[in-house]
């Protein structure tokens, strides 16, 4: 079995590693040599898709295609591919087209009647000023009052294709809806700790939430799937303020860390089940097979200096690999090798429990820490 993972970065990485844990080949597709799964990947074909040129030349038969790629122009061009050479294409087109809008996602919850942050200028600073269509913390600003928000945004029509809402504080959580109309699974709740920056740097599983939280959370999850029919591949992200779920994304494609994370946890492996909704008539079953504690965290090494930052920082540094008992972590994702005074580390812990894997990463910490002193 053989999967095209199309676009190299973050996703790229998710979906290489746990391609892998299925037991499949990955053939990675991307403009850059260089980009972080190219160092996971069994295979790598450099190509840059376009309308104008949307089949890979030199390309060997593939059994899924599954993108990993935020750019709408080439996922409509991998679409042309998989169907002119009658591949299964793990994604969703249509779906994502709604959810890469923060402008039309809104407008998804306000028809759905889902909670979200207030609209400004009907809310309260401070407010968060997002990007329509980029994801993640890429563009993602706060402001505290009116004065600040119009020095940064001097001329206002910078603003009409920007979506403003009040900024809530509170934890953030993450879950994963697969399936295709009529039937869904939702997947396992992830913690989600933010950097200064507002970028996610670690996540931990299973979540702290309670029973009844969660089985809220899943409602409204699974609610937003079967309302845009997805089939596929969603990830919904909420922050809790003031014990009320509040919406603040959705991305219906494949998302990183999170997969990892639960994977971890849980030993179920979202690519393989995207493997089995597209190849194996609409089949999303997936057993968990325990649910140890996991937690995924990005670390960059800089001389003499250890950080723990966002996800960003994983693109910074080349092409990456696995690497097993990596300072004492279970695995780590990075671009360390010895006598290398800059490198990035995704740091994999698991264990029996949150105490286990705290000690676990402590550990790890001192070891790295005694290595570059």
Not at 224 to 232: D, P
Not at 330 to 344: H, R
Request: hydrophobic residues 40%; negative net charge; glycine residues 6%.
């Amino acid at each position: 079995m053989l999967i095209a993972v199309i676009g190299g970065k973050l996703q790229g990485v998710e979906a290489v590693y746990l391609a892998q844990k299925a037991g499949w080949k990955t053939l990675v597709i991307d403009r850059n040599p260089d980009a972080p799964a190219t160092g996971l990947c069994d295979r790598f074909l450099e190509f840059e898709f376009s309308l104008e040129h949307p089949v890979p030349q030199d390309c060997p038969a593939v059994d899924l295609i599954l993108p990993a790629v935020e750019d709408i122009d080439v996922l409509t061009a991998i679409k042309i591919w998989a169907e002119m050479k009658n591949i299964p294409l793990g994604f969703d087109l249509d779906a994502y087209r709604i959810s890469s809008s923060k402008l039309k996602s809104n407008a998804l919850f306000r028809k759905m009647n889902l909670p979200a942050p207030g609209p400004w200028p009907d809310c309260r600073f401070p407010v968060v000023v997002k990007p329509d269509q980029a994801s993640g913390s890429r563009g993602v600003e706060v402001f505290n009052d009116a004065k600040a928000l119009f020095s940064r945004f001097s001329n206002r029509q910078d603003l009409d294709n920007m979506v403003i809402q009040q900024y809530l504080e509170g934890p953030s959580y993450s879950i994963e809806i697969v399936g295709s109309p009529g039937k869904y699974q939702a997947l396992q709740v992830t913690d989600l700790i933010m950097d200064k920056a507002y970028d996610c740097k670690r996540v931990i599983a299973p979540t702290q939430l309670l029973f009844h939280q969660i089985a809220r959370f899943e409602e409204m999850a699974l609610a937003i799937a079967e309302e845009i029919r997805l089939n596929g591949i969603m990830d919904v992200e909420v922050v809790l303020n003031n014990n009320d779920f509040k919406l603040l994304e959705i991305d219906a494609r494949l998302p990183s860390q999170t997969p990892i994370t639960v994977y971890g946890s849980t030993g179920i492996n979202m690519v393989q089940m995207l493997g089995n909704l597209f190849l194996n008539k609409n089949s999303v079953d997936s057993e968990q097979k325990c649910e140890r504690v996991a937690a995924v965290e990005h670390i960059r090494v800089s001389g003499a200096d250890l950080e723990v930052c966002g996800e960003h920082i994983m693109t910074l540094d080349g092409p990456l690999t696995v690497q097993t008992d990596f300072f004492g972590a279970n695995e780590a994702i990075t671009s360390y090798a010895p006598g290398k005074k800059q490198w990035v580390a995704t740091l994999i812990f698991t264990g029996s429990t949150h105490e286990d894997v705290t000690a676990k990463r402590q550990n790890c910490y001192e070891q790295i820490e005694e290595q570059i002193h």
